[in-house]
């Protein structure tokens, strides 16, 4: 019988240490509550885990590791190519898994900053001539129109003149304000606006 309990005990402690020996530790980047996994650290961190590895040494480990913290730009990438949302929080956490259940363990090691992710953006404006004013939504010299049109004062009256905004022509030609005559712009007149693309570029950083 004491020789039975013997080979069991022995047995426990084979297992054990080979547990311990197996037990796992990784330095991980993630969003928030460290899922999903952005990078694994171990090809950017060194990590130096004493045996036998625990929850708590590896956290340890990962938090010496952070220290001096990763390159933003590369954590920035990395996330950006992951679609981590805009005002996302990039924070470390040291993952230990467990052999015998299969179970990770993660604590926060560090905090990495908000991901700033913001996708490049087009605008097409239509912008009027540099000695035409624009019609809308306010009288620009050179400005963007956007009602597509441009006015430039023609002339003025000599006699009493119509009720301010009185169209020339039905809306075709121009109108009057005050004593002045306004001409819209049109492809003979050199007023028509031209097409101009605007692109802001995307951002992809850690602040």
Not at 68 to 76: E, G, H, R
Request: glycine residues 8%; proline residues 8%; hydrophobic residues 35%.
């Amino acid at each position: 019988m004491k020789s039975i309990l013997r080979i069991a005990l022995l047995l426990l402690s084979v297992v054990l240490m080979s547990s311990q020996a197996s037990a796992t530790c990784t330095c991980e980047i993630a969003p928030g509550n460290a899922q999903p996994i952005i990078v694994t650290l171990k090809n950017y961190l060194n990590l130096q885990v004493p045996e036998p590895t625990t929850a708590s040494s590896c956290h340890q480990a990962c938090i010496n590791a952070m220290q001096p913290p990763p390159d933003k730009l590369t954590m920035a990438t990395i996330a950006c190519s992951s679609s981590v949302p805009n005002g996302t929080n990039i924070r470390a956490f040291s993952r230990n898994l467990n052999p015998l259940t299969g179970q990770n363990y993660y604590l926060e090691a560090g905090y990495i900053g908000k991901l700033v992710n913001t996708p490049a953006v087009t605008t097409t404006s239509m912008v009027c001539p540099t000695s035409w004013y624009s019609n809308a939504p306010s009288a620009q010299l050179g400005g963007a129109t956007t009602d597509g049109r441009c006015k430039k004062q023609a002339g003025t009256l000599s006699l009493p003149p119509p009720l301010n905004g009185t169209q020339i022509q039905g809306i075709v030609w121009g109108f009057t304000w005050g004593n002045e005559v306004w001409a819209y712009s049109s492809a003979t007149n050199g007023g028509a606006p031209t097409q101009h693309t605007t692109t802001t570029p995307a951002v992809c950083a850690i602040q």
